[in-house]
């Protein structure tokens, strides 16, 4: 730590939402120069603690201390005016718009002509902290991870000495990970103070100075990183032993499910994607595709849930291709929970049958039997643990964790031929993670076909029989897991093949 000042302290805040405490009377001490990581479980108070210290809405009780004065925050911009920066885990950008428009929005000297001299400040940040990404796409061309990166290069600009960062290595690979991991070291040097708040229990343990841990609302401790481990961290959060070794019987593989040979794409900006393609997946098994953002995965996770056309080649499932009404079901969890997984105004209830609301026993002929549709869904919200366990709540309400809960009760129903599950745990805690494992798990060998797309290579060696690495638009490497030596996997991803 370079300055012993407190750079924000709580004292006692407490934040009341109808029928829960979010946040009960917490006290924390954050200086200047120093990477505090917060833990917890979905639910725990993070994100409420969060939105307190941002000026989305004041605390109940409690002082909120910047620099020694009381503050009260009452909007974003006054948080931003002070030095507090946020990183959400959902980035809140304009897609139709550039990142250097985006950049721009919200600068205080950028109303005539604004991205003017904006690229000579964004190339002296990515000179000093190697972030990179094109100034001119457009937001919806980016993946997860480069829109999150966009997102704490404007908290930067925004002059953040506060940088709160939510989940910003849940997209990430390896090394853009431990490049991220550098910059949040230069920004500790400098002074500024950071908030990185993520499940990854190693990823905490490797950053942060000191480690907060919040369970139901309340602070049970903050400890240094050096006097702690992974297994007293998830204890901490969850009350119980976390079992981080998952029990995965040997796969017994049947008949081809996914074929895809020689398959070729273009993305939406018209430019080649997938460039001859070619996987197979069986029956019984999990086949991981690991591999850098922005290599095809989006345009391979389309073409077989059926929302992209081939431009050549081949790709069937059960022999049947992906975009025809034919085809056997697909339990499909997408990348974007809020923006594809969801009707978010409708409620828990309804969001359970979308596949299946026009069929007996929930409905009869024209008409929903919503007495059904509601016994059925309190039945899976309480085999999936979903919180609030309230079918008639608007599905927008749940937390990330929940949500996936929701998208998978949802998915694995009536057990589909083949699941895609795209960043399956992606902003989940431990306890949630280990439930989406198992299910992942449970389901193959119950002889679904599953395609696991994920940027984390220890879920994707961890769950995978087989680990097939994309790049450029081609499966570059392929390895059995339980075999598969990740400097390879890490060099496969970064397009060296040996």
Request: glycine share 8%; net charge positive; aromatic share 6%.
């Amino acid at each position: 730590m370079t300055e012993a000042k407190h750079l924000l302290s709580l004292k006692n805040v407490t934040k009341r939402f109808p029928g829960v405490v979010a946040v009960d009377r917490m006290s924390l001490e954050l200086p200047g120069g120093e990477v505090h990581a917060l833990l917890g479980e979905n639910g725990a108070g993070k994100t409420t603690l969060v939105n307190m210290l941002y000026g989305f809405y004041p605390p109940d009780e409690g002082e909120i201390i910047w620099r020694g004065e009381v503050r009260r925050l009452r909007s974003p911009q006054e948080a931003i005016r002070l030095g507090i920066g946020l990183v959400p885990q959902h980035p809140l950008l304009v897609r139709a718009h550039t990142v250097l428009e985006n950049l721009a929005l919200g600068m205080p000297s950028a109303f005539f002509f604004p991205t003017r001299g904006l690229e000579r400040r964004i190339a002296r940040l990515v000179e000093r902290y190697g972030f990179r990404f094109d100034p001119n796409a457009y937001v919806w061309q980016l993946s997860e991870g480069e829109k999150q990166r966009v997102e704490i290069v404007r908290a930067l600009l925004q002059g953040a000495k506060l940088l709160i960062l939510d989940e910003p290595t849940s997209v990430l690979t390896p090394q853009e990970a431990s490049e991220l991991f550098k910059a949040l070291e230069h920004m500790r040097n400098e002074g500024k103070t950071v908030v990185f708040i993520s499940h990854k229990l190693e990823e905490v343990l490797a950053v942060a100075d000191r480690i907060s841990v919040l369970r139901k609302g309340r602070l049970v401790g903050t400890i240094t990183a050096a006097q702690a481990s992974k297994e007293q961290l998830a204890r901490m959060m969850v009350g119980r032993e976390v079992n981080f070794q998952r029990s995965k019987p040997p796969a017994r593989t049947g008949r081809i499910v996914l074929e895809l040979h020689n398959a070729r794409a273009k993305n939406d900006r018209g430019l080649p994607a997938l460039k001859g393609l070619s996987l197979e997946l069986r029956q019984g098994e999990i086949l991981g595709i690991a591999g850098v953002a922005g290599n095809g995965q989006r345009e391979l996770v389309e073409i077989v849930t059926g929302a992209r056309r081939l431009e050549s080649g081949r790709a069937t499932i059960n022999g049947i291709p992906p975009h025809s009404p034919r085809r056997p079901r697909i339990g499909h969890v997408p990348e974007d929970r809020r923006r594809q997984g969801i009707v978010p105004n409708l409620s828990l209830a309804e969001n359970l049958v979308l596949h299946d609301y026009y069929k007996p026993p929930f409905s009869r002929g024209p008409l929903l039997n919503y007495r059904e549709i509601y016994t059925f869904a309190a039945a899976q919200i309480k085999r999936y643990h979903i919180e609030p366990p309230a079918p008639t709540a608007p599905a927008r309400l749940l937390s990330g964790g929940n949500l996936q809960k929701l998208i998978l009760a949802r998915e694995l129903y009536g057990r589909p031929a083949l699941i895609v599950a795209v960043h399956p745990t992606y902003g989940l805690d431990v306890s949630a993670t280990e439930m989406v494992h198992d299910l992942l798990i449970k389901s193959s060998r119950e002889g679904a076909a599953v395609l696991l797309v994920s940027e984390d290579l220890d879920e994707v060696m961890a769950l995978s029989d087989r680990i097939a690495v994309i790049f450029d638009g081609g499966i570059v490497g392929e390895a059995a897991a339980h075999k598969a030596d990740r400097g390879r996997i890490a060099m496969w991803m970064a397009g060296v093949v040996s």
